[in-house]
């Protein structure tokens, strides 16, 4: 991009920042927070409980769920970056680009997470149950979740044009997933299983779809929340027709981001990495605490104790990235935690508190990571405006979303085909003690592979320490001050 160009676009934005609306404050942070929970509330649910329901409430084989998930996964990666370029090319509504998809999708989205979990399809033949499941879950993820995550996403860089307030959004956001995380974790093993007569939890079916009820409600106030307390105040300049991407364009740019640019590269390798341990982690949870230790309060526990971290570290992580640096405090971070969970998987430990206290620990290196990671993003944009001299914050998001994507697609399959392996019966009462075993080293092996591949990713393929990212503020703070 040209020099003069590059000042009239900052320039057009500066001037839309400066109408006369509210300014920015608590409740665009709450809005924004209320966003996460929202999309969390059928997001989490699903990921920790929904092979669960499948193949304990529907009796489908762990390797049917596993390809369902693996399939849905390859498709969210191209619907996101179909509503990305949606998003982009409508014409805003009169409230704004991003908040009207907000509204437009909230409905559908809290529908179709509700129909994931009707329990009367457990009396249905299997092709018929299969039919359900690829279409409800496919209308959820792929379509309604994903046509209402890209806006929200999306959205920030127009809320604010202030470093320090995409932060506060970034900060408030992962709270509002520990929030939702809490809730989710705790309550729903609470509510659907019970203790029978032989001492054995077993499952309620009709409270999956109590819950998902309850969670619909909850979910449909919070969108309203973040539709009704943000504010889009920067308004993006509109895009010539004849400048409009083909959808093979936007595949040729998205090559070109993953190849070129080394900082978004090792961000997406750690994604791919952190999400394959979380989301495999997150679904095998619910069968470690309920097959191998027979204690689903720990499986309550373990969500809390989980969310409580992000909480006890979000005060302090923006001090602690600022102090020793993002990319340098994320790899101790990541290690430590690897290194804990390595420990859990030599220990075999069989006392549930012992174990509750060693993986409190161990998550404590992840959930940091996760907190400033939106602040990685922002870096790395930064590194691409320094790089080109152009805004491509649109494109950024939607590399990074792929990448998630895939990470999803990987862990999605691999749980269900995990299961499989390991000779879990999907449908029965008790499972033996080998199965169990399997599932105490799958859910401790994982982590710390997984946390150990983010941390390696970070220290050799990340190239943004802490003094290159402060080179680059100064060159981008250089580049404004000469274009005012």
């Not at 930064?382 to 990074?400: C, K, L, M, S």
Request: neutral net charge; glycine residues 8%; charged residues 15%.
């Amino acid at each position: 991009m040209a020099k003069e160009s590059y000042v009239e676009e900052n320039s057009t934005l500066a001037t839309a920042a400066k109408k006369d609306v509210r300014p920015f404050g608590m409740k665009d942070k709450i809005g924004y927070m209320a966003g996460d929970m929202a999309n969390d509330m059928f997001f989490i649910f699903a990921s920790s409980f929904l092979m669960v329901y499948y193949t304990n409430v529907l009796g489908i084989s762990g390797a049917a769920v596993g390809t369902l998930f693996l399939v849905a996964r390859i498709v969210d990666a191209f619907t996101d970056i179909g509503m990305g370029r949606i998003v982009d090319t409508f014409k805003p509504a009169k409230d704004g680009r991003f908040r009207p998809w907000i509204r437009r999708v909230a409905p559908f989205a809290v529908i179709g997470g509700f129909l994931m979990f009707v329990y009367v399809v457990k009396d249905w033949s299997m092709p018929a149950k299969m039919i359900y499941v690829y279409a409800t879950y496919l209308f959820w993820g792929s379509f309604c979740y994903t046509g209402i995550n890209i806006p929200y996403g999306s959205m920030a860089s127009v809320i604010s044009d202030k470093a320090e307030e995409h932060a506060a959004l970034s900060t408030f956001r992962s709270v509002g997933a520990s929030i939702a995380s809490i809730v989710i974790s705790f309550a729903v093993p609470l509510v659907v299983y019970t203790t029978n007569s032989s001492g054995n939890q077993v499952i309620i079916p009709e409270r999956f779809t109590m819950v998902a009820g309850v969670f619909a409600i909850i979910a449909l106030v919070l969108y309203a929340l973040l539709y009704f307390w943000s504010t889009e105040r920067i308004q993006l300049p509109e895009k010539d027709a004849s400048e409009t991407e083909s959808m093979g364009e936007q595949m040729k740019t998205i090559v070109k981001g993953l190849t070129t640019n080394r900082a978004l590269l090792g961000i997406i390798a750690a994604a791919i990495f952190l999400l394959l341990a979380q989301l495999l982690v997150g679904s095998m949870n619910a069968y470690l605490y309920t097959v191998y230790f027979t204690n689903t309060s720990g499986l309550a526990i373990a969500g809390v104790l989980g969310t409580v971290g992000v909480l006890l570290l979000a005060p302090f992580a923006s001090k602690i990235a600022a102090r020793f640096g993002k990319k340098e405090s994320g790899t101790i971070a990541l290690i430590f935690s690897a290194v804990m969970y390595g420990i859990l998987f030599f220990l075999k430990l069989d006392n549930v508190w012992a174990f509750l206290t060693f993986s409190f620990l161990g998550n404590l290196g992840m959930n940091y990571f996760n907190i400033i990671i939106w602040a990685f993003i922002s870096d790395i944009i930064d590194f691409q405006e320094v790089r080109t001299g152009n805004h491509e914050d649109g494109t950024i998001y939607a590399v990074y979303s792929f990448s998630r994507k895939i990470g999803q697609a990987f862990a999605g399959g691999l749980g269900g085909f995990a299961l499989t392996a390991i000779g879990f019966v999907s449908g029965a009462a008790s499972q033996s003690q080998a199965v169990a075993d399997n599932i105490y080293r799958v859910a401790t092996g994982v982590p710390a592979l997984g946390y150990l591949m983010v941390a390696l990713a970070l220290a050799f393929i990340y190239p943004l320490g802490k003094k290159q990212v402060e080179e680059n503020t100064r060159i981008l703070q250089e580049r404004r001050a000469a274009g005012e």
